[in-house]
T-cell receptor
Framework: AQTVTQSQPEMSVQEAETVTLSCTYDTSESDYYLFWYKQPPSRQMILVIRQEAYKQQNATENRFSVNFQKAAKSFSLKISDSQLGDAAMYFCAFRANFGNEKLTFGTGTRLTIIP | DTGVSQNPRHKITKRGQNVTFRCDPISEHNRLYWYRQTLGQGPEFLTYFQNEAQLEKSRLLSDRFSAERPKGSFSTLEIQRTEQGDSAMYLC???????????????FGNGTRLTVT
């Protein structure tokens, strides 16, 4: 079974600064996907960024980038130039490439942006 | 793309009653998922459909839970003999391709919040 751990229940960052959210996972699989999802207050969860485990290059999406360390089973999210609209719960998630479509989520990190 | 629609948004029921939730996925998406999210936790997988076929079920989905997706369109999730522990947000999601496929993100609905008194 896979587990996903987010050790930071809450984080805050000054507007326009950079923040990094941590995520570690445990799996015996070698081929998998990792994701960061954002859940704004009372709004739908949306995908922020995805990473394929076989790719060594870290994924980037505009101001969002990841630091994927496969050996360490670590998958952190860096948000640059933080904006007020980035305030949300952020969930790290894992999916094994074979066998099922199930996403395993962490417990989330609540990100507050300080104006 | 009108998004994933879930109804009702909120449901309050007494313990022992049956409840049914509906999910309308994005029209061209053949994959549909149900998740449950309790306060302070991430979503937990319940079940997955590809078209009308229910291909995966979590052990969380006890005998009191049943899900259907007739004709591969909308889906319903029914909980029989509700218990207070069933109180949660029930999230539906859909996708065009498998989870993780390029350019095929999982689209979530706003959820149905169930409160069992």
């Amino acid at each position: 079974a896979q587990t996903v751990t987010q050790s930071q229940p809450e984080m805050s960052v000054q507007e326009a600064e950079t923040v990094t959210l941590s995520c570690t996972y445990d799996t015996s699989e070698s081929d998998y996907y990792l994701f960061w999802y954002k859940q704004p207050p009372s709004r739908q969860m949306i995908l922020v960024i995805r990473q394929e485990a076989y790719k060594q290059q870290n994924a980037t999406e505009n101001r969002f980038s990841v630091n994927f360390q496969k050996a360490a089973k670590s998958f952190s999210l860096k948000i640059s130039d933080s904006q007020l609209g980035d305030a949300a719960m952020y969930f790290c998630a894992f999916r094994a490439n074979f066998g099922n479509e199930k996403l395993t989520f962490g417990t989330g990190t609540r990100l507050t942006i300080i104006p | 793309d009108t998004g994933v629609s879930q109804n009702p948004r909120h449901k309050i029921t007494k313990r022992g009653q049956n409840v049914t939730f509906r999910c309308d996925p994005i029209s061209e998406h053949n994959r549909l998922y149900w998740y449950r999210q309790t306060l302070g936790q991430g979503p937990e997988f319940l079940t997955y459909f590809q078209n009308e076929a229910q291909l995966e079920k979590s052990r969380l989905l006890s005998d009191r839970f049943s899900a259907e997706r007739p004709k591969g369109s909308f889906s319903t999730l029914e909980i029989q003999r509700t218990e207070q522990g069933d109180s949660a947000m029930y999230l539906c999601a859909s996708s065009r391709d498998f989870v993780g496929a390029y350019n095929s993100p999982l689209h979530f609905g706003n959820g149905t919040r169930l409160t069992v008194t």
